[in-house]
């Protein structure tokens, strides 16, 4: 059973710094994207990163390039969200999801096959 973890969520003022992580589980393919989403009531779901478990590629959001940092652990199976220079509209509920048999990177959510359950991120001084 394919598990995602998020971890890292929390308060922080504007211009401070977060690590999220995804911690993937359950499953044994070795092809795979991991991307970070994130959500504002009221609002749809919108791409922040992604990367390529196999070819390391990597994705950002105009909003987020030159702040966040995306890496992955592949012995780990997880993967990090760096996030620098905080912002208050960066609040949101910050979901990771798992898309498998995709070697490039893509932020298109049909090809996510799992989701995990979200954390938290609230930028406010």
């Known amino acids: 059973q394919v598990q995602l973890v998020e971890s890292g969520g929390g308060l922080v003022q504007p211009g401070g710094s977060l690590r999220l992580s995804c911690a993937a589980s359950g499953f044994s393919l070795s092809d795979y994207v991991i991307g970070w989403f994130r959500q504002v009531p009221g609002k749809e779901r919108e791409e922040v990163s992604g990367?390529?478990?196999?070819?390391?590629?990597?994705y950002y959001a105009d909003s987020v390039k030159g702040r966040f940092t995306i890496s992955r652990d592949n012995t780990k199976s997880t993967v990090y969200l760096q996030m620098n220079s905080l912002k208050p509209e960066d609040t949101a509920v910050y979901y990771c999801g798992i898309g498998f048999g995709t070697v490039e990177v893509t932020m298109s959510e049909i090809a996510y096959d799992f989701w995990g359950q979200g954390t938290q991120v609230t930028v406010s001084s």
């Open positions: 990367i390529s478990s196999s070819t390391g590629s990597t």
